[in-house]
Structures are given as C-alpha cells and as structure tokens.
C-alpha cells in the first residue's frame, strides 16, 4: 500500500509513471503484480492502469479520463466531446478519443475506447484533469467526419443546445485543417442556428471567401439525398430537412 497514494493521484497510469515513483523497474513489475492480485489497481488495456477507489469500489478516473490519458497526445472528441461538455442527451457506452500516436481501439467496464487518427492538437483544453477538444473544434471536426462518427442528425441536435461559439476559434481551426469544402459545410451547418448563436455576417462572408470556387459535397455515403446550395456552392441537405430534424427534436 505503500505506493497506493500517489496512484490514485494520478488515478490512470503506466509503467513508466510507476517507475518514476519507485525508481526501480522491478520494484514496479512487482508493485503491478501485487496490487491487480489484491484488486488495489485494475488493467484497462496493454500497459495501461487504473487504481481503485475503496470507498466505492470503482476507479477513480471516469470514462473521459480515461479516454484522454491513453496517452500524452490523446483527447476527447466529436460526439465523445459534445458528451463531456453537456450537449448531448444520450449517454453512449463509447468514447471517441483522438491522438496524435496510434493506439489501438479497446473495450474497459463494457466501455469502448475508439481510435480516431489526427494530425492536429489544436484547440485541445484540459478541464477536470480531462483533455478535450474545445466546443468549437468539436462542431467543425463532427461536421467534417459527418460519415464516420456522428450522423447530420446527432451532429444538429448537439449544435442546437449551444448558447455560444467564439468565431474565430471555428476559423482559426478551419484554417489549421485548410479545406476548402470544409469552410463550406461549416458555414451551411451554422448559418441555420446563425441567429441562436448571434454569429455575423462578417463571419459568413470570410467562410464563403476561404471556401472558394470548389464544388463539393457534404456528405460521400448519402448524396442522393443532396441538392446544390446556390449560395453556399455545395451539394447538401436541403434546409427545410434540417429544420425539420430540429423541429422533431422539439416535439413540433
């Protein structure tokens, strides 16, 4: 027990944490044998540890610490980060969890801890010794992985309980990624809470601007159900079909 305190501490570790604290690899080997035998610490995955909280039973770290502490370069994000921040009404039993070094994908406590491969770290906040991406790089990212992750539907319901966005932390992030069809899809997608979110003009004038000449499409897996959006230069769904999604949301 002797190591118990600074383990819960760190409440998620792996045996390179261990070994500062002991500063003895076998001493740690030891320490990790020992306290998964007396249920003091738990394996989530290859290297990856938990210590137990005995007023409860449970870990210390909930799922989001979990997920944000794989590693030194993982976070919370997309629907995962929505979750975390209070925008979502269903609680899922996955985490999405972006990070700049692979790492496979694992299930914890019949939760799954799902992969997402980034080459950006911008826009990532640590609250509550969690590290997740900021509420603006979760809209422009589910937005963008619209066929991947979160589907048009999930991703409007999470945008419609926003209060507030800070407009150059969704351009700054945009520029980072610098894709045109991205400036696009972002602006269509906001302009239909632009007045909920008190966004300017100015914004969507400069959305348009980065977003150039290209046509493209807002989603690959459903362009059957897309038309061209004049002002926007792009093949996406309809406007009066993403109010209605929001309408039903609401009961009307």
Do not use: P
Request: proline share 0%; net charge neutral; with cysteine.
């Amino acid at each position: 027990m002797k190591y118990y305190e600074n383990l819960s501490l760190l409440q998620v570790f792996n045996k390179y944490d261990l070994d500062l604290i002991t500063d003895d690899d076998n001493k740690s080997k030891q320490i990790l044998k020992t306290y998964i035998d007396k249920n003091i610490i738990k394996k989530i995955s290859y290297d990856y540890y938990g210590t137990i909280d005995f007023s409860t039973r449970d870990l210390y770290a909930d799922k989001f610490v979990i997920g944000s502490k794989v590693n030194k370069d993982a976070f919370i994000s997309h629907r995962s980060a929505f979750e975390f921040h209070g925008f979502y009404n269903q609680v899922y039993n996955e985490v999405y969890v972006s990070s700049l070094k692979t790492f496979k994908s694992f299930d914890f406590d019949d939760i799954s801890y799902i992969y997402v491969k980034t080459n950006n770290f911008m826009q990532v906040e640590t609250i509550k010794n969690t590290k997740v991406s900021s509420i603006e790089r979760t809209i422009v990212d589910s937005i963008k992985d619209v066929d991947k992750i979160s589907d048009i539907e999930e991703t409007l319901k999470c945008i419609d309980l926003i209060s507030y966005i800070d407009e150059n932390k969704i351009m700054n992030y945009l520029d980072s990624v610098n894709n045109k069809t991205l400036y696009k899809k972002t602006g269509y997608i906001l302009s239909i809470f632009r007045e909920n979110l008190k966004l300017t003009n100015e914004f969507f004038d400069e959305l348009k601007e980065k977003g150039g000449k290209v046509r493209g499409y807002f989603s690959q897996i459903n362009k059957h159900d897309l038309t061209y959006q004049n002002e926007w230069g792009i093949y996406a769904y309809e406007k009066e079909y993403l109010h209605g999604i929001l309408n039903k949301k609401m009961g009307k």
